[in-house]
Structure formats: structure tokens, C-alpha cells
């Protein structure tokens, strides 16, 4: 299953305020997920961020619920890339 925007929080109505604790009811029913997140979006990166940016991420994943994935890829655009391209 695809569930986009790891670290979102979910729309009203939903039983979990984070998306990640949505997505772990679905991993403990035992179904695969693939996700995407931005690295800036990593809990124990939030203050590294706010001092390289000046951006306050609000949205986090806790490390724990990283770190307990299966598999990880990381994947770096090169700069340039656009909607043109």
C-alpha cells in the first residue's frame, strides 16, 4: 500500500492525529506500506533545521518509528530539477 506524506498530520475524522500512526495500524495489520518523507521532517533533526534555515518544521516522525522500517532509501534530486524538465 501507498501512503503519501509520512510525517503529515491527518485531516479531521481520522482516529490518529499524525499519518505515521496511522500507517503503523496498517503495518501492525500486517500490510506493507511504502511512504516518502523529506529528511527535514526527522524529529531529531528539527533544531539542525531551524539553524541551517530559519525554518521551524512543525510536522516531525519520531526516530523510533524511522528507525523500524524495513528499508530505507535515500534519494537525492539533483539540483536543477524541475517541472520543465
Excluded: C, W
Excluded at 510536522?59 to 539533483?78: M, Q
Aim: proline fraction near 7%; aromatic fraction near 4%; charge should be negative.
Amino acid at each position: 500500500m501507498i501512503i503519501d506524506e509520512l510525517p503529515h498530520t491527518n485531516p479531521p475524522g481520522f482516529s490518529e492525529e499524525k499519518r505515521y500512526q496511522s500507517i503503523k495500524k496498517v503495518l501492525d495489520a500486517g500490510i506493507d506500506v511504502f511512504t516518502a518523507m523529506n529528511i527535514q521532517h526527522l524529529e531529531s533533526l528539527k533544531d539542525i533545521v531551524l539553524q541551517i534555515t530559519g525554518v521551524e518544521v512543525r510536522e516531525t516522525v519520531p526516530d523510533p518509528f524511522v528507525k523500524s522500517a524495513k528499508e530505507i532509501k535515500l534519494i537525492d534530486l539533483p539540483q536543477g530539477i524541475s517541472s520543465k524538465d
